[in-house]
């Protein structure tokens, strides 16, 4: 059953439930003081919800469509219209019928029975009101019997709570492992480590055909995130399993804080969306054929940013888990020891959480800079010098007794009566903690290497401002400027002065303010004492709450103002003596005329919210302002109380802490102050939770802190259940306790005839409300966002390896920073066919930027205007009951007027503008406002992108909805019609401007009808003549939503460097870029000059746009690029650095754009001196050549024929020489013959006469 519109079903029945158990305020409302209800009794038919007897008989509570509309449901007779009369319940059912049981809440039984007991007669109506959606934005809404689950919850109907809230008890569960721990069960790591490992390039280097750079060294990230989820009452092993086979994958946006200081690191809204990859646990699997499981994605790092914010949500497949919200900060101040264990740096670690540190000890305020504190601590442990802190804004937390040295001093000018361990005073900023023990003031400086680039940790703590008397921390909630401040109030010798210290990139230093004179002198008083301290950092002055102390007019309080910048003190405020008296009315805006009581005003303390400009004094009262003057009394806070301490949303909302530890309620922009705890609401919720069994709620709680996250107020309780203490945090249920008074209050029983009849009043105005034609949030909110899926694994179970979630690693670490550009189209073919390498496929199209996200049906969460931007949506409300009437006009004409009104309230109405056009639906009885936010262009100068940006705040009222108007949602219920949106005026971050080098080059050759490019052509450095009129263009490129547009503003051109090649370029000082660049300058020394008569203030430089005349080039006389000397035989080149900005000149933007580019220009002129020489020269060699070539035509013929006579007379010396050598060597030959003829001769006789002789002897 839904009956959304009428009222809350939770808070309907509840108050019927309570109703029944009262009438006009007493008890019993009917003898026997107990009244049998069942939801089952009778068949249900749209109409009314049956309360009936165990018999079957009863009533019905009747919630018909005329009341309905009215806001007014009715309990009626379920066979007949009349009233319900008061009735005795009969005596309890006979042996075998269905037991009672426990008593409930209020008196009131329970009786459970089946539908076979059910008699036949009569009926039972279950209302259902026309088909209405609550305010705020769409929510998924389940189909399910809302109003008997908030019946049967009253009723002890466990079996349906279970139906109804098996939506809320799947929680996801993260934790931090390192690649080490991956798969193994228990293992959960600390975020310590900061540097990437090389861990992940060996496995790189396994995918031989992976779309990767070879040359890389691949990187990872330290850690990985692990992701479960578990249901109440089932195995967490058996959910993951059914959710991998449903196909249910976990889907991680991490989105990392910007730093504090913007002057060292880019400032960018930056995020990473990422799918969770299934991986096995380690161990067997006996009898399982699908192991126990878990998801992992890469943890990334961002150079700058040590807050992160990890949302884990389902991918729309399996069984659904609700999106949730975790804190991954990186804890600088652990560090490893022997054995790889984690050891704090800050003090020893303690494992018992003694009763005493927690019991009966009061609690204290979470002070930290808001979203750039990793680390927040908490002091106020008594007798201790211990704190609790924590990397999870106490999702788990430590308990550690600080190594500080604890030395008290006291002397004369630092009176202190009793000295504790204590830690009174604790503040955590982005790398530094601050914490006060009596007098003394310490800091710890964290190791950030992702912050200051180095180890600039802390070996011990410090102890500063070490001569002085402290007597409190002051915090400041907001950074500025690239700084963290803190402020430390003296007493003693230096009563009267702040000490403000500041934080930069890890430095601490203090000033002692004022600095000429102290407070008292500067007010001209005799005694007085500094209470309370706060920074308006926009303003770059202190408020400071002085404590004046008259012998004659006794004790009374003054706002005093300190101007850091002109030193100036001023009395803002006086504060009243006594309480005003304002009986009979909601406020009380104070004018110094009204009356007042006896009840003097105690003032404790301030509080300053930058985006509405809105000032709180507290104390025994609260006092509210918007412009810092004039104040508002809020007399729904009591002044018999007192208020510790504020906890402030900075989102519209605040919360209340009195000194007998009550928690009061504002919803900033009305005047009601709701108490939340001790309450009626609360008594029913809690009654509830632990009809629930709830571990968040036990009889003895002591509550330690209360502060805000994400909009939402928690609790860090200490509960004591069974003799066993813990401590926990957990949600306060802000709307569903305001929901539960407010039925508790708007009820209405009324006798009519002879029976009592109970209503009950909806004071909401509206039934529906919805946000409508909402931009594309990304221009707005400035949000990058990557999106990165993981490596496909060929393996038919779809589970990863270590080496898959490797490769996962490096390829999110490179997208991240090395922005590598991949080519894919041949891998996929290879993945395709079940080829790849190392059963891994890298797929490049699932790594990208997303510049096209969609508005959820909500107001973003922050919204920057440029100069002139506006931003504009429309509100869909459906009126309850008659919405319009009509207002008679001159002559016969009508006006028709909707009753529902909508209010915005802007915190500075001088730079932001309004527009609310409204549009009547009558068919529908509905109304349409188009709403539109325009910046004023005047409250903002110039800066660069993201700096230095001004704070302002838009709030959206529904008339009459505050703490009235309530949604459901399947996060529970949720406050609507006051809609609170923090602005930032200035130049957005992610915008910058480039040289538009295509249209520039089109343009050019265009105007000019030609264009040459230098002889050596480079493709990134196109060249342009030095005759040619240069026209120069440029671009807006907006990072975040990847859209690129001409510059249509002014700018101011200068040459700030330059050479004749790459390699000689230099910086040219003040003076030259003047004399370089003015059209004043005499010196002859001008690079340039345009046609354009436009120049600045001074009028020291020219300013161009984009529909100037052009650049001429001159490189007069005494200029650098005057005189060139060539390098080749090509004319000279020049090499020009070029500064464009916009500051002080242009009117269309409050971006602050610098942009220095080379710009190359060849075919420059010679000087004449250089071109007369090289002319003589070249004239002298050509005369040369000339008569060289002359002497050489004449004397040829001569030379020719002396050439012939010398060749002649060498032939004939040549031939002569010749005879004579041939007549010798035959003389020579012919002697030669005959002598060797002669020897030869000799030779034959002798031969022959032995041979004779050898003859004669053989007869012998």
């Excluded at 809350?8 to 019927?16: L, R, V």
């Excluded at 530094?432 to 940790?457: A, C, D, K, M, P």
């Excluded at 209360?706 to 066993?724: A, R, T």
């Excluded at 949602?969 to 915008?991: E, S």
Aim: aromatic share 12%; hydrophobic share 40%.
């Amino acid at each position: 059953m839904d009956i959304r519109g009428c009222q809350s079903s939770a808070a309907i029945n509840d108050a019927a439930k309570r109703t029944l158990g009262r009438q006009d305020g007493t008890k019993p409302p009917v003898p026997g003081g107990a009244v049998l209800l069942s939801a089952g009794c009778q068949e249900e038919t749209p109409g009314s919800l049956t309360l009936c007897n165990g018999k079957g008989s009863g009533v019905k509570l009747s919630m018909e469509k005329p009341d309905c509309e009215e806001g007014r449901p009715r309990i009626t007779n379920g066979n007949s219209s009349k009233a319900l009369r008061a009735y005795t319940p009969p005596p309890a059912p006979p042996a075998g019928r269905a037991t009672r049981p426990p008593r409930a809440p209020g008196g009131i039984r329970v009786a459970m029975e089946t539908r076979a007991e059910r008699p036949r007669g009569g009926s039972s109506r279950v209302a259902r009101c026309p088909a209405m959606f609550l305010a705020g934005p769409a929510w998924p809404r389940l189909r399910v019997l809302r109003a008997l689950w908030a019946l049967l919850a009253v009723l002890w109907a466990p079996w349906r709570l279970l139906a109804m809230h098996e939506i809320h008890t799947c929680n996801w569960q993260v934790v931090l492992n390192q690649f080490t721990t991956v798969g193994k069960e228990g293992e959960s790591d600390r975020f310590s480590d900061q540097e990437p490992l090389d861990t992940v390039d060996s496995m790189f280097s396994q995918l031989v055909d992976a779309p990767i750079n070879r040359d890389e060294k691949y990187l990872g990230f330290p850690y990985y995130l692990k992701i479960n989820y578990t249901c109440k009452g089932k195995s967490s092993e058996a959910l993951v399993r059914k959710g991998h086979l449903t196909g249910l994958k976990p889907v991680v946006l991490v989105t990392f804080q910007s730093p504090v200081n913007f002057h060292h690191w880019k400032i960018e809204q930056l995020q990473i969306q990422m799918e969770a990859a299934p991986f096995p646990n380690k161990g067997g699997c006996a009898t399982e054929e699908v192991c126990a499981m878990s998801w992992y994605t890469p943890m990334p790092v961002k150079n700058g940013s040590v807050l992160m914010r990890v949302d884990v949500s389902s991918n729309g497949l399996g069984p659904f888990v609700p999106k949730q919200r975790f804190q991954v900060n990186i804890n600088g101040f652990l560090q490893r020891q022997q054995g790889d264990t984690p050891q704090f740096t800050v003090g020893n670690e303690l494992f018992h959480l003694i009763p005493r540190y927690f019991v009966n000890v009061p609690s204290r305020p979470l002070w930290y800079t808001v979203d750039q504190s990793p680390v927040l601590i908490l002091g106020g442990i008594p007798e201790e010098k211990s704190i609790l802190l924590t990397d999870t804004s106490f999702k788990d937390f430590f308990l550690v007794e600080l190594s500080i040295d604890s030395c008290w001093v006291g002397s004369f000018y630092c009176p202190h009566p009793n000295f504790t361990a204590t830690i009174y005073d604790a503040i955590a900023t982005e790398s530094i903690l601050f914490i006060r023990q009596n007098q003394l003031v310490y800091y710890f400086t964290g190791t950030y290497i992702t912050l200051h680039e180095s180890n600039r940790g802390s070996g011990s703590w410090v102890r500063v401002l070490a001569k002085e008397c402290i007597k409190k921390l002051c915090p400041v909630h907001f950074h500025s400027n690239g700084s963290e401040y803190i402020m430390a109030l003296t007493t003693g010798k230096n009563e009267g002065y702040v000490h403000f210290g500041t934080i930069t990139d890890g430095r601490v230093s203090f000033e002692l303010l004022p600095r000429k004179q102290s407070v008292c002198q500067g007010i001209q008083v005799v005694n007085c004492s500094i209470t309370w301290a706060i920074y308006m950092e926009d303003h770059h002055r202190l408020l400071l709450l002085v404590e004046i102390e008259d012998p004659a007019a006794g004790k009374r309080f003054q706002v005093v103002s300190y101007d850091l910048v002109s030193d100036y003190l001023a009395i803002l405020y006086t504060i009243p003596e006594f309480i005003p008296d304002a009986r009979g009315l909601e406020f009380l805006m104070i004018l110094g005329t009204e009356s007042y009581t006896n009840f003097p005003m105690v003032p404790k303390g301030m509080s300053y919210n930058p985006y509405n400009h809105m000032l709180f004094i507290w104390g025994n009262f609260l006092l509210q302002s918007y412009d810092n003057e004039n104040f508002i009394y809020l007399l729904d806070f009591p002044k018999e109380l007192s208020i510790k301490y504020l906890v402030n949303s900075f989102r519209g909302e605040m919360a209340i802490v009195t000194e007998t530890e009550e928690i009061w309620y504002l919803l900033e922009g009305s005047h009601r102050v709701y108490k939340l705890f001790p309450s009626e609401g609360w008594e029913v919720y809690v009654s509830l939770q632990r009809m629930h069994q709830s571990s968040l709620h036990a009889p003895n709680e002591t509550m330690v802190t209360l502060f805000y996250e994400d909009s939402k107020l928690y609790q860090l309780v200490y509960l004591i259940n069974d003799q066993q203490g813990r401590l926990v945090k957990r949600l306060v249920p802000v709307e569903q306790l305001l929901m539960y008074q407010q039925l508790g209050n708007r009820y209405i029983l009324e006798r009519q005839g002879g029976h009592l009849t109970l209503s009950f009043s909806n004071l909401c105005p509206f039934t529906v409300m919805r946000l409508r034609d909402l931009p594309n949030p990304q221009i707005y909110t400035r949000q990058e966002r990557y999106r990165a899926r993981p490596p496909r694994v060929l393996e038919a179970s779809g589970f990863h390896t270590r080496n898959s979630l490797a490769v996962y690693q490096g390829l999110v670490y490179y997208l991240l920073w090395l922005h590598s550009k991949y080519y894919k189209h041949y891998y996929f073919y290879l993945a395709s066919n079940w080829q790849s390498a190392g059963n891994v496929h890298i797929d490049m199209a699932s790594y990208e930027k997303i510049y096209d996200l969609k508005a959820e049906h909500e107001l973003p969460e922050r919204i920057f205007l440029d100069k002139g931007a506006s931003y504009r949506f429309s509100i869909f409300l459906s009126v309850r009951g008659h919405s319009f009437k009509s207002e008679a006009q001159s002559g016969f004409s009508f006006y028709l007027r909707s009753r529902l009104d909508l209010g915005l309230v802007l915190a500075h109405p001088h730079c932001i503008e309004a527009v609310v056009w409204q549009e009547l639906l009558i068919n529908r009885n509905s109304v349409l406002f188009w709403v539109t936010l325009s910046d004023k262009k005047a409250c903002f100068d110039q800066g660069i992108s993201g700096h230095h940006l001004m704070k302002t705040s838009m709030l959206i009222k529904v008339v009459g909805s505050a703490g009235h108007c309530f949604q459901n949602t399947y996060q529970g219920p949720r406050m609507q019609g006051n809609l609170m949106v923090p602005m930032f005026i200035g130049c957005p971050p992610g915008k910058r401007l480039a040289f538009d080098i295509t249209y520039t080059l089109q343009y050019n050759r265009q105007q000019n009808k030609h264009y040459f490019d230098c002889v050596h052509v480079d493709r990134e450095m196109p060249c342009f003549l030095f005759r040619d009129i240069f026209y120069p263009f440029f671009l807006i490129q907006d990072l975040v939503t990847g859209d690129s547009g001409s510059f249509q503003g002014s700018y101011v051109l200068k040459v700030v460097g330059g050479g004749p090649t790459l390699d000689t370029i230099k910086e040219y000082s003040e003076e030259d870029i003047y004399r370089y660049n003015s059209p004043l300058d005499k010196t002859d020394s001008l690079i340039w000059t345009t046609r354009n008569a436009t120049t600045t203030e001074d009028p020291a430089f020219n300013i161009l746009s984009h529909q100037s005349l052009g650049i001429e080039w001159l490189c007069l006389e005494n200029s650098p690029c005057h005189d060139t000397i060539p390098h080749s035989i090509f004319a000279p080149e020049f090499f020009f650095k070029v500064l464009v900005s916009n500051r002080g000149v242009d009117k269309s933007t409050y971006c602050d754009y610098q942009l220095t580019f080379l710009l190359h220009i060849h075919g420059l002129p010679l000087s004449a001196t250089r071109a007369l020489f090289i002319l003589v020269v070249s004239a002298s060699i050509f005369l040369g050549l000339v008569v060289l070539y002359l002497i050489f035509c004449l004397l040829l013929p001569v030379m020719m024929k002396a050439c012939n006579i010398l060749r002649w007379k060498i032939n004939n010396l040549i031939a002569s020489e010749s005879y004579y050598s041939s007549t010798s060597s035959s003389m020579i030959f012919s002697s030669a013959s005959r002598t060797r003829s002669r020897i030869g001769s000799r030779i034959s006789s002798r031969i022959i006469s032995k041979m004779a002789e050898e003859k004669t002897a053989k007869p012998e």
